[in-house]
């Protein structure tokens, strides 16, 4: 039996059903920009894996740092013990986000928990003066997205992320535009832990760009309220704005910072979640003691050796100035598309570019026109974007803006054809 067709039956794939609803294109290899189906065909891959290959794949310093580290130990408990590649992942974490308490888990989702569980640890061992009232609320962004798990769902946007389905299961948190942030901090300083954002650009929540300004408005606030200023920078994070955190666009410092995706060059599943000494010691010495979380395969001695040699791989490297070359060739070669009828507005910004269209009805569509031309891209709803891997040549980069004009051109024409017919 094909491997496909053990696919269909098997294998339920993200946001899809069992079968899946969509084609399901099978991998055989990756190298470099490049992705390798089964039949042969090679695609040009405009989404660096959901913002996190950004040294492209198989790169060989981390094949290296992987094998090497396979030799001496792939896995051991974190649990009362520690191992190398962990300690010293974590102390390159504390130094890049200057938040020195730093806590390695699997995946992006589980940093967010731990960050909300963690703001709330540190309110509740603070006692804080508003005793009577429950703390354990967070202020969100409309167009939030922090993941997938029940409590991150629960500071992602209502409109967006499936609330309605999960009902009364979820924690009722309080929204905001990012107008109205201040307002709303002002109003509701004393009902909540903290504050969680996304810095400059909101991901899957609406692929959102923003000027600095709210961050500083949050950062000021919290610190007058004394609440908990979550930076969530799993998607943002090591350079894709085109500095190494979106906060440092804004000049801040966050209480706590959640970090994963492009930790380990998008080769394992490894995240993080780093906060400041006096949070860490709030917690530690107080009647609390613990921070309750431990995932199984935390400090992976594999998943951490990757990442020590990405983030060496990525300071060793003149990263800033590729990803303001891939801006520039995203905002000459995307921008002229906003003249198009299907079209609603283009953002760029560092390694990402973005198309709103007018209507969600184009995204298969789209996808597989793309595919014809040897590109890999996954729109999602209205939004056609693509986030880049740092090392990808000018000639790659156009084929994949290319490959997005001419599918939004063809689609353009066939919507105006069908209007005169
Ligand atoms: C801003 C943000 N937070 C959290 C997550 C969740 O990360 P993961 O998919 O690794 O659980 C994502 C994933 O897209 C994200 O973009």
Redesign the pocket.
């Known amino acids: 039996m094909n491997y496909l067709d053990l696919d269909y039956k098997h294998t339920w794939h993200p946001y899809n059903a069992l079968p899946s609803k969509s084609k399901i294109l099978p991998v055989k290899k990756t190298f470099e920009q490049t992705i390798v189906l089964e039949d042969g065909r090679k695609l040009t891959d405009a989404m660096s894996s959901?913002?996190s290959a950004i040294h492209g794949y198989n790169h060989p310093v981390l094949l290296k740092a992987l094998k090497n580290q396979a030799n001496i130990m792939p896995h051991m408990m974190f649990g009362g013990l520690t191992n190398k590649p962990a300690a010293k992942l974590c102390k390159k974490i504390a130094d890049l986000t200057k938040l020195p308490s730093v806590f390695l888990c699997d995946?992006?989702?589980?940093s967010?928990e731990v960050a909300l569980k963690t703001a709330i640890l540190y309110q509740k061992a603070k006692e804080k003066k508003y005793k009577n009232k429950s703390v354990s609320k967070f202020i969100s962004l409309n167009n939030a997205?922090?993941?997938?798990t029940l409590g991150?769902m629960g500071v992602c946007d209502p409109k967006n992320s499936m609330h309605s389905l999960y009902g009364d299961y979820l924690p009722k948190n309080i929204f905001t535009s990012i107008w109205n942030l201040e307002d709303t901090i002002n109003k509701y300083h004393k009902e909540v832990a903290g504050v969680i954002i996304?810095p400059i650009v909101q991901?899957?929540g609406g692929m959102k760009i923003h000027s600095p300004k709210y961050l500083k408005i949050a950062r000021k606030l919290c610190t007058k309220y004394d609440l908990i200023l979550i930076v969530?920078e799993?998607?943002t994070g090591f350079g894709h704005t085109g500095k190494m955190w979106g906060c440092n666009w804004a000049n801040i410092t966050p209480d706590i910072m959640?970090i994963?995706?492009s930790l380990t060059g998008g080769m394992m599943s490894l995240?993080a979640m780093a906060t400041t000494k006096n949070i860490s010691d709030t917690i530690s010495k107080s009647k609390i003691g613990v921070l309750m979380h431990g995932p199984t395969f935390m400090g992976n001695a594999l998943a951490c050796a990757v990442a020590n040699a990405n983030i060496a791989l990525l300071l060793g490297s003149s990263w800033k100035k590729k990803v303001k070359n891939i801006e520039s060739i995203f905002k000459k070669e995307l921008y002229p598309l906003i003249n198009l009828n299907i079209v609603k507005d283009v953002r760029c910004i560092g390694a990402i570019g973005v198309v709103e269209l007018k209507s969600d009805k184009y995204a298969q569509i789209l996808q597989d026109y793309c595919v014809e031309q040897g590109v890999w891209i996954r729109p999602f709803g209205k939004l056609l974007y693509s986030i880049v891997a740092y090392t990808i040549s000018n000639k790659e980069l156009k084929k994949i803006t290319s490959a997005i004009k001419i599918s939004i051109n063809k689609i353009s024409s066939e919507s105006i054809n069908a209007k005169t017919k």
């Open positions: 959901w913002w995946s992006g989702s589980v967010v997205y922090h993941g997938d991150c996304e991901g899957a969530d799993i998607a959640t994963g995706k995240a």
